[in-house]
């Protein structure tokens, strides 16, 4: 059975990454430098609530994933390629979220979604959204006239 749950900024928190911590740090902190003509949307430019909207409209109607093959070809998809999730130290490290209470460390737990045209995270302190950028590719932004 296909998997209905959407991947938005509003349930990825109710929706187990599909990799690691540290690969979660890593796609995260690389993306902007791996993808650098992506559309980057964030508090500089947005408020948070129209990131998020945007993101939703991103996740729910305007994502897509690359089929492989000789001549790739993309399809529509709620379903993201990964979700990640890692818990950001104040210092910009990342660290474990499911840790044993002794071993606890304070941070602010960054989680998203990557497809091929694009991706989004949100950043969580105390279960309040206080960050959140979507990165989507130009052909996305013209087609779909995002701002």
Do not use: C
């Amino acid at each position: 059975m296909a998997d209905l749950t959407l991947h938005t900024p509003e349930t990825i928190s109710s929706i187990e990454a599909t990799i690691s911590e540290d690969s979660s740090y890593y796609i995260h902190q690389n993306y902007e430098v791996s993808f650098p003509f992506n559309i980057k949307y964030d508090q500089t430019s947005h408020t948070l609530e129209q990131i998020i909207y945007l993101s939703n409209q991103f996740s729910v109607f305007h994502s897509k994933i690359r089929l492989g093959g000789e001549t790739p070809q993309s399809i529509s998809s709620r379903v993201p390629i990964d979700v990640f999730r890692y818990k950001r130290l104040e210092d910009g490290s990342w660290y474990s979220v499911k840790t044993a209470p002794s071993k606890h460390k304070d941070g602010d737990i960054v989680e998203g979604a990557l497809w091929s045209n694009g991706m989004f995270y949100i950043v969580k302190k105390d279960n309040t959204i206080i960050e959140a950028a979507l990165y989507i590719d130009q052909y996305t932004k013209d087609y779909y006239k995002y701002p």
